[in-house]
């Protein structure tokens, strides 16, 4: 039997994208952090006082998924949390945290090079432009 999916473009991209996102959490499952944790620290470590809702708008998570990320990571004393303006809850990394991302930043960077290997050297320098065209941030 044919799988005539494989001339779509969005089924292959989705079955990619599923493919490099179960690669990384595998390299991640040592460090005891998901996919969408290990992103989120990054953000935070990038953007020291940054809002949980901002994070969640960066990072396309939507609140009820959101909350239970923040709560195991401030759990893991990874993150600080403080009130903010209103009902903001601001957040920044503890020193724990800053440890574990500098760990983290060197595999989201081995993931990036798992990725352009993949990829013939003559089309690598498309790939973000076009999943940049691909992608409409909510």
Known sequence: MENTLL?????????AAKS???????HLEPIGLGVSEASMLVLIGRNPGVSQAECGRMLSIQPP????ITRRLIERKL??????R???????????????????????????????????EHLRR????????LWRPS
Do not use: W
Request: charged share 20%; proline share 4%; glycine share 8%.
């Open 79 to 84: 993150i600080d949390s403080r009130k903010g």
């Open 20 to 26: 490099r996102l179960a690669q990384l959490a595998q």
């Open 126 to 133: 498309d790939l973000v432009p076009l999943l940049r065209a």
């Open 7 to 15: 001339n779509d473009a969005g089924y292959l991209l989705r079955q």
């Open 86 to 120: 209103g009902r903001a809850l601001c957040l920044a990394l503890t020193g724990e945290g800053a440890r574990l991302m500098q760990g983290i930043v060197a595999e989201f960077e081995a993931q990036e090079a798992r990725i352009y290997s993949a990829i013939p």
């Open 65 to 68: 998924n959101l909350n239970p």
